[in-house]
Antibody, heavy 123, light 113 residues
């Protein structure tokens, strides 16, 4: 069965960096795009961007450029989200989410979700 | 950007009764060339990641109980839970995938009355 397993919670100081991983199993990794979604404490869902797992090309939402990098390692079926120069407002749960439709379909809704990684930024 | 507006913010429904959640997009998410509405619904139970319920506005995901149904077209959509069960207590989100950036509604919290 399809599984997305994320790395554990992180506590970071402002200005530090964090790298969250999302390991996929149960399907052909390069056939489905992967997105990252943020959920601030007590808030809704916010799409940060996605990566084409076939080409490795990422696309970012406005507001998630510059300090945010989405990457992948196809050899271990893993997607990464790196955030640099962390700020208190980066605190939240970060989810990886696998596209329900194959790469190239032009439609992006998410049938598979990781369990979430809580990133806390506090001095 | 397409803005997704859900209503109500929360609702309390008795067990076995109907729950109706609305979602309105700031522009049409109907793609004329294939006559498909690029609209999905998710359920997020407390402490859990979201779960896909409905896509293409009305197609139920495999394994989702048939008490969940989606309807609507263009800019106005509805998620209906025909007979609320205790396990349906959750926050429900709509999401458009017509054009990037992908955007979600603010969520509707469903509770038991």
């Amino acid at each position: 069965q399809v599984q997305l397993v994320q790395s554990g919670s992180e506590l970071k100081k402002p200005g530090a960096s964090v790298k969250v991983s999302c390991k996929a199993s149960g399907y052909t990794f390069t056939n489905y795009a992967m997105a990252w979604v943020r959920q601030a404490p007590g808030q809704g869902l916010e799409w940060m961007g996605w990566i084409n797992t076939n080409t490795g090309n990422p696309t970012y939402a406005q507001g998630f450029t510059g300090r945010f990098v989405i990457s992948l390692d196809t050899s271990v079926s893993t997607t990464y989200l790196q955030i640099s120069s962390l700020k208190a407002e980066d605190t939240g749960v970060y989810y990886c989410a696998g596209d329900r439709e194959p790469v190239g379909s032009g439609s992006y809704f998410f049938g598979y979700w990781g369990q979430g990684t809580l990133v806390t930024v506090s001095s | 950007d397409i803005v997704m507006t859900q209503s109500p913010d929360s609702l309390a429904v008795s067990l076995g009764e109907r729950a109706t959640i609305n979602c309105k997009s700031s522009q049409s998410v109907l793609y004329r060339s294939n006559n498909k509405n690029y609209l999905a619904w998710y359920q997020q139970r407390p402490g859990q990641p979201p779960k896909l319920l409905i896509y293409w506005a009305s197609t139920r995901e495999s394994g989702v109980p048939d008490r969940f149904s989606g309807s609507g077209s263009g800019t106005d959509f509805t998620l209906t839970i025909s007979s609320l069960q205790a396990e349906d207590v959750a926050v429900y989100y709509c999401q458009q995938y017509y054009s990037p950036p992908l955007t979600f509604g603010g969520g509707t919290k469903v509770e038991i009355k």
